[in-house]
């Protein structure tokens, strides 16, 4: 489980690929208690750890992960938002992300917005049913509010730290991010498309 404040921002340094592909991923995190299989948000995908050098850790990337999230277009270089998993204790901090991604997001327009950047986002058919004004939302591991929603469409506001310190503020229109929709809402909705018993 995780929070979604990003803790360092990585960089991919190399790739083996395989039917599982290998990503070794540079990182300013602290490492030296992160024991083989802990888990670590890498642009939120819950991702666990194989192996680890002083800076530098790699997870293993399944089929299923590289075709659902952004790790299928991972390449040396890629920047992620790196989070390790909660411990009891910690602050929470954003909100309850479990680092499962449900789908990727297109960027479709940026903004300035005061001090701001406002990002624009389309999402696959039915995700806009578990997105809510004011409700909670994780973009490659980020935890933002959505300011408003219209069909398949949302606006987040990015405030100038979340844009020093994570990925978003360097996107463009046409780019992908990982979208993982607030766990709550997503039961609510599989709940009300259920059958009456």
Not at 30 to 38: E, R
Not at 121 to 149: H, M, Q, W, Y
Not at 180 to 189: G, S
Request: aromatic residues 4%; glycine residues 10%.
């Amino acid at each position: 489980m995780f929070t979604g404040i990003i803790a360092d921002r990585g960089t991919v340094r190399a790739v083996r690929p395989g039917a599982d592909s290998v990503f070794e991923i540079a990182t300013a995190l602290a490492l030296g208690d992160v024991a083989q299989g802990a888990s670590i948000a890498c642009a939120g995908v819950c991702l666990s750890v194989i192996e680890k050098g002083a800076d530098w850790f790699a997870v293993q990337v399944s089929a299923e992960t590289r075709a659902r999230s952004t790790a299928g277009a991972w390449r040396v270089g890629t920047r992620l938002n790196l989070e390790r998993s909660l411990r009891v204790g910690d602050e929470l901090g954003g909100h309850i992300v479990l680092g499962h991604v449900d789908a990727m997001a297109e960027l479709v327009a940026r903004r300035p917005d005061g001090d701001s950047l406002r990002l624009t986002f389309e999402v696959p058919r039915g995700c806009e049913l578990s997105i809510a004004p004011k409700g909670s939302i994780t973009l490659d591991g980020v935890s933002l509010t959505v300011n408003e929603i219209e069909g398949r469409r949302f606006g987040v506001n990015i405030i100038p730290i979340t844009r020093a310190q994570t990925t978003l503020g360097a996107l463009q229109p046409g780019d992908k991010v990982n979208l993982e929709l607030d766990v709550i809402a997503r039961y609510v909705a599989r709940l009300l498309a259920r059958e009456p018993v």
